[in-house]
């Protein structure tokens, strides 16, 4: 039987699945933490911090359902295949490793700073809850004396974990508000809008939004909701706070509200106006367009704000005449505008300084007050944003607490008929768009056949009937789509899902299934999905009067720091073991000055960035020789050349055939000493001075970041990704001599050549100059390091002369030397280290001297 076949035996015959409930007490028992490996090699490290750990805690004490512990029982102990992030914070909060923070807390604000003694000491009662909590596990565990190694164990742990991570879409910033600001009055009437003008709709993502390459077929209505509020109120948050950035998106939320509250009867005045200025910024950009003048989205953001100020100081103005000076303006002051590095916060104070001194010149108006907030001003708004929420008096926490049953198994076949019942809601107001792709939607269904249980489906039982599905959504279009059912949506109309009879795309165990559709499979294998068991956890309104989908909704999506495909967390799951620990033995021999991110303190989040970093090298160097497309992307962004590679997926790729190629896994292994080599010079060419051991560390770090930053030091410079692809490109082709001879002169051509890639002076900025330019610097470098071939071959009368002109004396040891000897023609100076292939270079020692001497001037 072939491992493949087996692999598939295993999960189809040896894996029993179970579904459970613990209390909290019960599972942090020491006799039940004896047996829990919470964090196995294959697992992220802990990314939580503190305010996300914090907004956990408040969902367990306030009864919230949240996601189910995956575990892998082998019989002689259990490994948590996911939820980590989940099972160490209640761990960490136990054991007083961290307090609740204001900022995690979203409803039990007054619970901020409290670590687990101060509750036991203060609030007992609530302690008592939150151990008596239940929290569900899916255990899998296998059966019937399965013919199972240790590598095979290892390779059905990674692939449950895989699957439990790979399929997951967290929320993304707009959709969060659209949940959040479902029912607020101002963001309906502007969506009610949105959806009669669709013009309108396409004007603001005209103006203000990144243009897509590719034709769209929707518009992100979420997103431009999310513009919509925040352009509403800009003008109230002083630009000297908001590029501090610190809590920039709650202060944003607030502001809003308070906006909100305060012109819930002049919605129409509102959206009036606002209508106004997007028209004529709509005007604005068509007239720059057709006069070939420059102008781009965030020119037009801050006009937007500019025009909003003016409301605010109650200047009247008119648009008849503004086109054209307008446009003119951000024309010649592009440069105020630029897309380069945009977040920065110079960058935003330098575009909207510019904007407010067109506006001063232009209306006589001072905008001194929304660029630098003045003392009262700051005064104000500090309070402002310090205004503390309605507190929740905590002897009523237990009747917040939801009155949840244990979930319910139902069929697929089961689920699919009530949803054509139209008593099934599936994509409630709050809910986000379809957003599953094709292959994980292929996952999800290998996972059924193969008995893989998938996590539960919540929905909300309104007291008129309709069942709202608050999570599972997407687990339920898959279905859906895969079976060829149509589905009821929030207009009450019958569609079907954008995968509608979707055929099965890059299976990785039932790979026969591929390019297969429902109607493709046999009767057993229809019947496997129709009789599949879901777990279904109905919230029942008339037993939760207070109950808020929306707020549920939000905690089971809003995913923290979620594991990325095609990153060093996702290929650390799955992975062949010994390519993973080979990676890591690296990065730990080095990582205390080659990195792309210090781990400073404990509370700082490890996301293997790191060993992503070496990851990537090691790909780059296993393609160094090869037909295929460049690894590395290299362009010009204006006034700095940018790097990266150049499609990520095939890392992924490439490391999912080591396991299935042996000659691939020893071609990755060469790569990963090519690395280290190349790791070595570098830190030679760091080296330019004597240093201690105690000093060689901090040493390293200070040159590296000097070199990276183009031969400056500066303390808040931060390393980039592309910075390490740079150096690369030059030392790749060097050779190590080369580089232990030269390594002073190198180290400043390294410095300068960089300093050109961050730093391209003006007359470089056009028509690709400066990518022209660096490449040429580059080239030049490699030859001015270029090791020369060995072409001249001397037949017997060239060496008879040679050795006369030497005066019959070895050229290493002056040792008398004779035509008959043993002997070789060697260069005098290395070619190794920069020495020329010509006669001049040329000359004959004894053999036996000649081998031993190394390279030597």
């Not at 049953?405 to 986000?432: C, G, H, W």
């Not at 790729?653 to 190349?678: D, M, P, R």
């Not at 030049?780 to 009368?797: C, G, P, T, W």
């Amino acid at each position: 039987m072939s491992k493949q076949d087996l692999f598939e035996k295993i999960f189809k015959e040896h894996l029993k699945v179970e579904t459970f409930s613990k209390s909290v007490d019960s599972l942090y028992s020491m006799r039940s933490k004896s047996k829990i490996d919470f964090k196995p090699y294959y697992q992220r490290n802990y990314v939580w911090d503190d305010h996300k750990a914090s907004y956990f805690i408040e969902s367990i004490l306030l009864g919230t359902e949240i996601p189910p512990l995956i575990f892998f029982n082998n019989n002689s102990g259990i490994e948590v295949i996911d939820g980590r992030q989940r099972y160490e914070t209640i761990l960490r909060f136990m054991n007083n490793e961290f307090s609740l923070t204001s900022k995690g807390l979203s409803i039990l604000s007054q619970l901020k700073g409290f670590s687990w003694d101060k509750l036991i000491k203060k609030h007992p009662d609530i302690i008592d809850s939150f151990l008596d909590s239940k929290l569900r596990l899916i255990e899998f565990r296998l059966v019937n004396q399965p013919p199972l190694d240790p590598i095979l164990q290892d390779q059905v742990k990674k692939e449950i974990f895989s699957r439990y991570n790979s399929g997951i879409t967290p929320l993304k910033k707009a959709e969060i508000d659209n949940a959040i600001y479902n029912d607020d009055d101002l963001s309906n009437f502007f969506k009610s809008e949105y959806s009669e003008d669709e013009e309108l709709m396409k004007m603001v993502f005209s103006n203000f939004f990144k243009q897509p390459k590719n034709q769209i077929d929707e518009l992100p209505s979420a997103k431009i909701m999310s513009f919509t509020r925040r352009a509403l109120v800009m003008h109230l948050y002083p630009i000297n706070y908001f590029v501090r950035g610190t809590g920039r998106t709650n202060i944003l939320s607030k502001l809003y509200e308070y906006y909100a509250d305060e012109n819930i009867e002049n919605k129409a005045e509102i959206l009036k106006e606002f209508k106004r200025k997007i028209i004529f910024l709509g005007e604005v950009r068509s007239f720059s367009e057709n006069n070939n003048y420059s102008i781009n989205r965030l020119a037009l953001e801050c006009f937007l704000w500019g025009y909003s100020v003016l409301d605010l100081e109650e200047i009247t103005y008119d648009f008849a005449n503004e086109v054209e000076q307008v446009s003119k303006f951000i024309h010649e002051n592009i440069d105020y505008f630029t897309l380069v590095d945009y977040a920065f916060s110079h960058q935003v104070m330098s575009r909207y300084i510019s904007t407010s001194e067109y506006f001063e010149s232009r209306f006589n108006v001072s905008f001194n007050n929304y660029v630098t907030a003045d003392e009262s001003a700051r005064k104000k708004f500090k309070e402002f944003s310090n205004e503390s929420e309605e507190e929740i008096d905590l002897t009523l926490l237990e009747t917040l607490r939801l009155s949840k049953p244990e979930p319910a198994n139902n069929s697929i076949d089961d689920i699919v008929r009530t949803m054509t019942r139209r008593k099934f809601l599936l994509r409630p107001s709050y809910q986000r768009k379809e957003v599953i792709n094709v292959n994980k939607a292929s996952a999800i269904i290998e996972s059924i056949l193969l008995g893989i249980k998938l996590p539960p489906i919540f929905v909300y039982k309104r007291l008129d009937g309709v069942n709202e599905v608050i999570d599972g959504q997407q687990r339920l279009l898959t279905l859906l789509g895969f079976l060829g059912e149509d589905y009821l949506n929030e207009k009450d109309k019958l569609v079907k899902s954008k995968n509608h009879n979707f055929k099965l795309k890059k299976l990785r165990i039932l790979k026969e299934l591929n390019n297969s559709s429902f109607n493709d499979l046999s009767d057993e294998q229809k019947d496997k999905i129709y009789d599949f068991q879901i777990y279904v956890v109905e919230i029942d309104e008339s037993q939760n009067p207070k109950f808020d989908p929306i707020d549920l909704f939000i905690r089971l999506n809003d995913k923290p720091y979620p594991i990325r495909e095609n990153s060093f967390e996702m290929w650390n799951s799955w992975v062949d073991v010994e390519i993973i620990k080979s990676i890591k033995e690296l990065k730990s021999s080095i990582d205390s000055w080659f990195y792309i991110k210090k781990i400073k303190r404990s509370k700082d989040r490890d996301r293997m960035e790191n060993e992503e970093l070496i990851t990537s090298l090691c790909y780059i160097e296993y393609y160094s020789n090869s037909e295929l497309p460049k690894t590395i992307d290299v362009y010009q962004k204006t006034s700095r050349m940018n790097s990266r590679i150049s499609t990520k997926g095939r890392i992924s790729t490439l490391l999912q055939s080591l396991s299935e190629n042996e000659e691939n896994k020893k071609h990755f292994f060469k790569s990963l000493k090519s690395v280290k080599s190349n790791i070595k010079k570098i830190k030679y060419v760091l080296i330019d001075r004597n240093v201690t051991k105690e000093e060689i560390s901090d040493f390293l770090r200070t040159e590296l970041n000097s070199v990276l930053n183009g031969g400056k030091v500066e303390s808040g410079f931060r390393r980039r990704i592309q910075d390490f692809y740079f150096v690369w490109m030059m030392i790749d082709k060097v050779n190590f001599e080369m580089v232990k001879y030269h390594r002073i002169e190198m180290k400043k051509d390294i410095s300068e050549l960089l300093n050109f890639a961050k730093n391209i002076p003006q007359e470089f900025h056009e028509d690709g100059k400066g990518f022209s330019h660096f490449n040429k610097k580059l080239d030049e470098f490699h030859k001015r390091y270029q090791k020369a071939d060995r072409k001249i071959k001397l037949n017997e009368s060239e060496k008879l002369a040679l050795i006369k002109k030497q005066n019959n004396q070895s050229s290493l040891s002056e040792a008398p030397i004779f035509l008959g000897d043993d002997i070789e023609v060697d260069h005098i100076k290395p070619i190794s280290i920069g020495g020329n292939d010509s006669i001049e270079n040329l000359g004959i020692a004894h053999k036996i001297e000649n081998r031993e001497k190394g390279v030597k001037e």
